[in-house]
T-cell receptor, first 117, second 114 residues
Framework: AQTVTQSQPEMSVQEAETVTLSCTYD???????LFWYKQPPSRQMILVIRQEAYKQQNATENRFSVNFQKAAKSFSLKISDSQLGDAAMYFCAYRSGVGGYGNKLVFGAGTILRVKS | DVKVTQSSRYLVKRTGEKVFLECVQD?????MFWYRQDPGLGLRLIYF???????EKGDIPEGYSVSREKKERFSLILESASTNQTSMYLC?????????????FGSGTRLTVV
């Protein structure tokens, strides 16, 4: 079974600075997808960024980028120019690309990000 | 935008009660999911449904059942609520035909069983 590990329960960053959230995963599959979700206090889960395992290029969405190291099974999220609105719980998630209905998302335990002004 | 609506934001129930958590999505998604979220454990899958009347157990189905009579609605049922089912419950849906996409989530129901 696939597992996702987020080793940082909490992180803090100063406004306008850069922070990196770590995620590692365990799988024997070669075809899969990785996601970062943000959950602000409103509780609405928001998709931040997605990475297909077959793509070597790291995904980027505005101030958010990932460092995808397939061999190391590592998928970290970098937030540049941090803003107060980035404060939230961040979840790393894995989804198999191999058949099966639904293909459930497997989540890590989450990292709380605090942004200081 | 796809909307996933959970009927209650907060719910307080007594031990032994039968509890229904309702989830409705408005974009014809085939797949729907129920997760529970607990501190330090992240989100864990309870049940999912890949189509009407279809359901599959997730990782922690004990004490729960589900119903999907219509495509847009997926209900989670706690047959006899217990205090260890106090948690945040999140519903999600996904369009099956778009292979790599993620989920759309509801805003969660925080259930307290007393």
């Amino acid at each position: 079974a696939q597992t996702v590990t987020q080793s940082q329960p909490e992180m803090s960053v100063q406004e306008a600075e850069t922070v990196t959230l770590s995620c590692t995963y365990d799988t024997s599959e070669s075809d899969y997808y990785l996601f970062w979700y943000k959950q602000p206090p409103s509780r609405q889960m928001i998709l931040v960024i997605r990475q297909e395992a077959y793509k070597q290029q790291n995904a980027t969405e505005n101030r958010f980028s990932v460092n995808f190291q397939k061999a190391a099974k590592s998928f970290s999220l970098k937030i540049s120019d941090s803003q107060l609105g980035d404060a939230a719980m961040y979840f790393c998630a894995y989804r198999s690309g191999v058949g099966g209905y639904g293909n459930k998302l497997v989540f890590g335990a989450g990292t709380i990000l605090r942004v200081k002004s | 935008d796809v909307k996933v609506t959970q009927s209650s934001r907060y719910l307080v129930k007594r031990t032994g009660e039968k509890v229904f958590l309702e989830c409705v999505q408005d974009m014809d998604h085939e797949n729907m999911f129920w997760y529970r979220q607990d501190p330090g454990l992240g989100l864990r899958l309870i049940y999912f449904s890949y189509d009407v009347k279809m359901k599959e157990k997730g990782d922690i189905p004990e004490g729960y059942s589900v119903s999907r009579e219509k495509k847009e609605r997926f209900s989670l049922i706690l047959e006899s609520a217990s205090t260890n089912q106090t948690s945040m419950y999140l519903c999600a849906s996904r369009l099956d035909r778009v292979y790599g996409n993620g989920y759309t989530f509801g805003s969660g129901t925080r259930l307290t069983v007393v």
